[in-house]
């Protein structure tokens, strides 16, 4: 069975600071990847997704992810954190078989302090 | 066009009455699906839906909830004499279709409280 955890349900980092939310999963075969991020009292919205091919994925406003297969990991990362980058963040996990039900992480909250 | 819609946007209902959550999809998007988010946690999968078939409902935590799609479009998940756990967010999405590699889109959510 598909399952997704993110170390660390709080990040905080100072502004300018680089930004590392950890995901790791488990899945039986190859997997679809995704991070999705929440805002204050808005819905959520994909910021990246790795399906296959090149391992280091770009998303939105500056964020990265790379699939580590031998690590099961799919960090999300971002050079300088802004202000803005206030919000929820969730890693999920879709198992490339055709199969439509993609599990979610727990979430990770980050704050950016100035 | 026009994003995933959901209504209401907030429901309060007292303990033991029946509640009908609406969710209207972007056109064209053939899967759909519903979560529950409690306050402070992560999404969970409720379940389902490609066209108007329902292949996964593993996801609903009791059999006071059902849900339904008509026509490849609106969906209602409806709660049977709610309890106070029942009390979260509920979630719907919708993606153009099946795989698991699609983008889902989220609508901004039902919050439903249980007094």
């Known amino acids: 069975a598909q399952s997704v955890t993110q170390l660390g349900s709080h990040v905080s980092v100072s502004e300018g600071a680089l930004v590392l939310l950890r995901c790791n999963y488990s899945?039986?075969?190859?997997?679809?990847l995704f991070w999705y991020v929440q805002y204050p009292n808005q819905g959520l919205q994909l910021l990246l997704k790795y399906t296959t091919g090149a391992t280091l994925v770009k998303g939105i406003n500056g964020f990265e992810a790379e699939f580590k297969k031998s690590e099961t990991s799919f960090h999300l990362t971002k050079p300088s954190a802004h202000m803005s980058d206030a919000a929820e963040y969730f890693c999920?996990?879709?198992?490339?078989?055709?199969?439509?039900?993609?599990?979610f992480g727990p979430g990770t909250s980050l704050s950016v302090i100035p | 066009g026009a994003g995933v819609s959901q209504s209401p946007s907030n429901k309060v209902t007292e303990k033991g009455k029946d509640v009908e959550l609406r969710c209207d999809p972007i056109?064209?998007?053939?899967?759909l699906y519903w979560y529950r988010q409690r306050l402070g946690q992560g999404l969970e999968f409720l379940i389902y839906f490609q066209g108007n078939s329902a292949p996964d409902k593993s996801g609903l935590p009791s059999d006071r909830f059902s849900a339904e799609r008509t026509g490849e479009s609106v969906s209602t998940l409806t709660i049977q004499r709610t309890q106070q756990e029942d009390s979260a967010v509920y979630l719907c999405a919708s993606s153009l279709a099946t795989g698991g590699a699609y983008e889902q889109y989220f609508g901004p959510g039902t919050r439903l409280t249980v007094t």
């Open positions: 056109s064209g998007h053939t899967a």
């Open positions: 999920a996990v879709s198992e490339n078989r055709g199969y439509d039900k993609v599990i």
């Open positions: 899945s039986s075969v190859p997997p679809y």
